[in-house]
Nanobody, 122 residues
Framework: QVQLVESGGDLVQPGGSLRLSCVGS????????IGWFRQVPGKERERVSC????????NYADSVKGRFTISRDNAKNTVYLQMNSLKPEDTAVYYC???????????????WGQGTQVTVSS
């Protein structure tokens, strides 16, 4: 079974930083491109960032460019999302998922974690 588990969410002050982790089990994570998505009640799910299986290709939503960095350590079967300069509007449940990563776009392919809550508030 393909399983993904997110961790690292917390309550943080505006301007602070968090690093989220997405750990895969039941498969070798380096075989899959991975995306980070976020969702708040009443809003559509938003793609945050995606990374290819090798780490050689990445993309970011315009709202997080320059602040967030996606990376992976395939030896640890983990994908990270480093979030800096956090804003209240970054508050959401963050999910990771296996994705298809064409040259343009990033589409979930059906395997999701349970999510981790990020709250940015003063």
């Amino acid at each position: 079974q393909v399983q993904l588990v997110e961790s690292g969410g917390d309550l943080v002050q505006p301007g602070g930083s968090l690093r989220l982790s997405c750990v895969g089990s039941g498969f070798t994570l380096d075989s899959s491109a991975i995306g980070w998505f976020r969702q708040v009640p009443g809003k559509e799910r938003e793609r945050v960032s995606c990374i290819s299986s090798s780490g050689g290709r990445t993309n970011y939503a315009d709202s997080v460019k320059g602040r967030f960095t996606i990376s992976r350590d395939n030896a640890k079967n983990t994908v990270y999302l480093q979030m800096n300069s956090l804003k209240p509007e970054d508050t959401a449940v963050y999910y990771c998922a296996t994705v298809y990563l064409p040259l343009l776009g990033c589409s979930p392919r059906g395997s999701w974690g349970q999510g981790t809550q990020v709250t940015v508030s003063s």
